[in-house]
């Protein structure tokens, strides 16, 4: 069955350090995906999608299809990061997107 | 441009009522979709239409019904209301299927009594 999973509901971190908010996903095939996120009292909105490889406000995610992985990094946290995050996948066959749970970031000052 | 558009911002049902949330776009985007939005749960996937007159079922379809009739509006209807439905919902719309920025409404927030 296609699944997204992200096993943290919350992660808080400091300003200035490290972030990772965790996605792993199962489906059979080239998977497509992306990481969405909804700022306070904002629409959700696109953050980055595997396939353009690039860094949007700091953040990167690498596909590791070994691990079955699109883990979101940053390397240093800034306030204005506190945010809810999803992991989506896009079933290319079906036009389907399936989500993730959401991890809600906290940026501690 | 308004983007994605959706009506009406809140709503309390009874158990038995029908309504239907209402969604347009004026950037002429051939996919739209609806979900709903509980805590825990993420985003689920109720419809989806990849153009006028073409639609599908997502991940949690029962208890809703959708028509695409025109490029811009997607409504979702739900038929008798349950507890069960109520939810955060959210209208998106892409240029294509093809791997394209979804861009979502601002959410219609459903309360069933």
């Known amino acids: 069955a296609q699944r997204v999973t992200q096993p943290e509901k919350l992660l808080s971190v400091f300003k200035g350090a490290p972030v990772e908010l965790k996605c792993n996903y199962s489906?059979?095939?080239?998977?497509?995906l992306f990481w969405y996120v909804q700022y306070s009292r904002q629409r959700l909105q696109l953050l980055l999608r595997?396939?353009s490889r690039e860094s949007i406000k700091g953040f990167t995610a690498d596909l590791n299809k070994g691990e079955t992985s699109f883990h979101l990094k940053k390397p240093f946290a800034q306030e204005e990061d506190s945010a809810m995050y999803y992991c989506?996948?896009?079933?290319?066959?079906?036009?389907?997107?399936?989500f993730g749970t959401g991890t809600r970031l906290k940026v501690l000052a | 441009n308004a983007g994605v558009t959706q009506t009406p911002k809140f709503q309390v049902l009874k158990t038995g009522q029908s309504m239907t949330l209402q969604c347009a776009q004026d950037?002429?985007?051939?996919?739209m979709s609806w979900y709903r939005q509980d805590p825990g749960m993420g985003l689920r996937l109720i419809h989806y239409?990849?153009?006028?007159?073409?639609?599908d079922q997502g991940e949690v379809p029962n208890g809703y019904n959708v028509s695409r009739s025109t490029t811009e509006d997607f409504p979702l209807r739900l038929l008798s209301a349950a507890p069960s439905q109520t939810s955060v919902y959210f209208c998106?719309?892409?240029?294509?299927?093809?791997?394209?920025?979804?861009?979502f409404g601002p959410g219609t927030r459903l309360t069933v009594t």
């Open positions: 989506a996948l896009l079933s290319s066959g079906t036009y389907k997107y399936i």
């Open positions: 998106a719309s892409s240029y294509t299927t093809a791997n394209d920025e979804q861009y």
């Open positions: 595997h396939i």
């Open positions: 950037m002429n985007h051939e996919y």
């Open positions: 489906y059979s095939g080239s998977p497509e």
């Open positions: 239409s990849v153009g006028a007159g073409i639609t």
